[in-house]
C-alpha cells in the first residue's frame, strides 16, 4: 500500500488540496473544482478524483464544525432531495454521459448568468425569493454533475448567489449541502473500484493539508467584506466558466 511516488504529482497535487480547502472553508466558492484539473496534468483525472475524494470527505468534516448553527435551512430542504436525485441518475446513467459535453453546459451555463448580473448591475438588485420550482431543478443539476464530472458548485451558485445570504451563511449552507454529497458519492465511487490502495494511500499522505487550509478559509469568510465576497465569487465563477467550456470543447473537438 505505497502513494504515488512522483515529485511532479506532487508538485500540482499540494497547490490542488489547498485550494479545495479554502474553498471548502467556504472562501472561493466553487474553487474546489479546480482541484482534479490540476492533479490531471499529472495523472488521469479518474485516478484525481478518487484521490481528492476522500480528502474533502475530512474537508466537509471540519467544515461542517466551524460552521456549526449557520445554514439556511429553507435552501436545504429545497436543494438536497433533488440533489441526491441527481446523483442517482449520474450512477444509472455513468456508462452512457458524454463527461465533456457535461463541462461544457456547466462552463457555458455559468458564464451566462455573470453575463446576467453586469447586465442588471446598474439597477438596484435586491435579494430573490425562494423558488421550490428552481431550486429543484439546479439541485438536480448539482448533484448529477458533481457526481459525472465534479462539477457541482456552479449550478449550486446558480441557484444560491441571487438569495444574497450573508457570507456566513452561505458558506455554512454550502458546507452542509455538499458534505451530504461527497458522503453519498462515497458508496457509487467505491463499488466503480476509485479506491483502490495507491489512491488511498495518496490520500493519506496529502489528508493533513486538508484541516489547515479549510480553516483558513472559514477565517477569510467572517473577515471579508460581504460586497467583496460576492465579487470574488462571481470572478472565480467566470474564471472556472472559461476553464469548463474549455475542456469540454477540446476534449469534444
Known amino acids: ?128 425569493e425562494h423558488s421550490p420550482i428552481k431550486g429543484s431543478f439546479w439541485g438536480l443539476v448539482t448533484g448529477f454533475t458533481s457526481f459525472v464530472s465534479h462539477t457541482g458548485g456552479p449550478p449550486f451558485q446558480l441557484y444560491m448567489v441571487p438569495l444574497r445570504l450573508a457570507p456566513t451563511l452561505f458558506a455554512g449552507t454550502a458546507v452542509i449541502f455538499f458534505s451530504v454529497i461527497n458522503a453519498l458519492k462515497l458508496i457509487p465511487y467505491f463499488m466503480l473500484g476509485q479506491f483502490d490502495t495507491t489512491n488511498l494511500a495518496t490520500s493519506a499522505v496529502l489528508l493533513p493539508l486538508a ?20 465579487g470574488f465569487i462571481y470572478a472565480v465563477m467566470v474564471v472556472i466558466g472559461i476553464k469548463l467550456v474549455w475542456d469540454g470543447m477540446i476534449s469534444l473537438l
Open 211 to 230: 484541516p489547515i487550509a479549510t480553516l483558513v478559509g472559514v477565517k477569510l469568510v467572517k473577515i471579508v467584506n460581504q460586497e467583496v465576497f460576492y
Open 1 to 128: 500500500m505505497l502513494p504515488i511516488a512522483d515529485p511532479a504529482f506532487y508538485l500540482v497535487a499540494i497547490p490542488a488540496v489547498i485550494v479545495a480547502g479554502l474553498s471548502k472553508g467556504g472562501f472561493g466558492g466553487s474553487l474546489a473544482m479546480l482541484a482534479v484539473p490540476l492533479m490531471a496534468l499529472a495523472i488521469s483525472p479518474i485516478q484525481a478524483a478518487g484521490i481528492m475524494l476522500p480528502i474533502l470527505v475530512a474537508m466537509d468534516i471540519v467544515g461542517l464544525v466551524a460552521y456549526r448553527g449557520h445554514a439556511d435551512k429553507r435552501s436545504l430542504l429545497i436543494l438536497l432531495p433533488a440533489a441526491i436525485a441527481g446523483i442517482g441518475v449520474g450512477w444509472a446513467t455513468a456508462a452512457l454521459v458524454n463527461e465533456a459535453f457535461v463541462r461544457l453546459l456547466v462552463g457555458a451555463l455559468s458564464l451566462l448568468f455573470v453575463a446576467d448580473f453586469l447586465l442588471k448591475r446598474k439597477r438596484k438588485q435586491g435579494s430573490a
